[in-house]
């Protein structure tokens, strides 16, 4: 598959224009809510979103990630991993119950529409795809490419809800931090005395490399998520 590196082009004013991006509002479709976690019921926050550009086979898609940052899900940290991990069947019945304390929303581009609602806490930076040739390890947001194996094995899974060969959408580089407003909530932490991050940014998943699978199906799009910690 092509790669497109994702290029942080500054913090700047959000406007309509911007289809890739880092925190500030979501742009969802006017029949898709701002998702809560099922493990706390608290709202979940908005950490990025990316608009699949021409020539990728997701094009005319996007996907918007959330994340639970207000309370610590011990067990949840990371993404449920199925077992084996490598070359892994991940089935349905997986799926249902997978996206607790985070979720992916997949919707046609045109339709997202800034969600005004929602109060921002990560702070908006604009992304720009750049076609490259090849995928380097040190780029922090990756579309397409091939994946950067930083364990030194691979974990690509064999299928998602028996759909072979899923695709792999987007990398996110491991340590990769979201910055925050300054009226932004800590993100929860159990391992400071007040369990609360000292640090002006979000991690995701605990600051692993992350890797994000779909498939595509009779018009339904499916997620998987695998890191990889060095």
């Known amino acids: 598959m092509k790669s497109w590196r994702l290029e942080i082009t500054g913090s700047c004013v959000q406007t309509t224009e911007w289809e890739s991006f880092i925190g500030g509002k979501p742009k969802l479709p006017p029949n898709m809510d701002i998702p809560k976690c099922v493990l706390c019921g608290r709202e979940l926050t908005f950490m990025f979103q990316v608009a699949f550009p021409q ?54 581009t045109p339709l997202g529409k800034i969600v005004d609602a929602y109060q921002e806490k990560v702070a908006f930076q604009a992304l720009q795809a750049v076609p490259e040739k090849q995928t380097k390890k040190d780029w922090e947001l990756v579309i397409g490419g091939r994946p950067i ?18 695709a792999l959408l987007l990398q996110v580089k491991e340590d990769f931090h979201f910055p925050v407003l300054t009226t932004a909530p ?18 995701l ?26």
């Open 55 to 108: 020539d990728h086979p997701w094009a005319g898609k996007s996907m918007a990630v959330f994340y639970c940052i207000e309370a610590w899900h011990d067990k949840y940290c990371i993404p449920e991993l199925p077992q084996p991990i490598a070359n892994a069947d991940i089935p349905e019945e997986f799926l249902r119950d997978y996206e607790r304390n985070f979720r992916v929303l997949v919707f046609d």
């Open 149 to 166: 194996w930083i364990m030194g094995m691979s974990e690509r899974p064999n299928s998602i809800a028996g759909i072979k060969k899923p």
């Open 186 to 203: 800590k993100q929860a932490n159990p391992f400071t005395p007040d369990k609360k991050s000292p640090f002006p940014w979000y991690d």
């Open 205 to 230: 998943f605990v600051s692993n490399r992350i890797y994000f699978w779909g498939v595509q199906s009779n018009g339904t799009e499916r997620i998987y998520i695998s890191v990889q910690r060095s």
